[in-house]
């Protein structure tokens, strides 16, 4: 999943946000931050769920909250990787964050 990521980060056009600009902006506004990491983490699930994939496996109770101290803190134990584009940056946090193994997945959907 994570050379997926990587192939689709160096292929991307033009993104609003790289990790640099994102960590700026949820120091601004942390409410913010959690619908931008709220939307991604859906949209990582459902992107990879259409492919037949599955990239993270959180469990029931992950907030958002915690999903974005997840980001943040992948933001500022990386920041080499922060001129990447944003949702490569999340999607690299949450997938090592939340991997999915046969403890954590559930059973028909992930195998």
Do not use: W
Request: glycine letters at 6%.
């Amino acid at each position: 999943m994570i050379g997926l990521l990587m192939l689709a980060e160096a292929t991307v056009g033009h993104m609003f946000l790289n990790g640099n600009a994102l960590l700026a902006r949820c120091d601004q506004n942390r409410e913010a931050c959690e619908m931008y990491v709220a939307g991604n983490f859906d949209q990582l699930q459902l992107t990879t769920a259409a492919m037949g994939r599955i990239a993270i496996c959180p469990s029931k109770d992950v907030t958002m909250a915690q999903a974005t101290d997840v980001v943040l803190k992948y933001l500022a134990d990386h920041p080499d990787s922060r001129d990447k584009v944003a949702p490569f940056l999340v999607s690299m946090a949450l997938v090592q964050a939340f991997p999915c193994t046969k403890r954590r997945c559930v059973k028909g959907i992930n195998g």
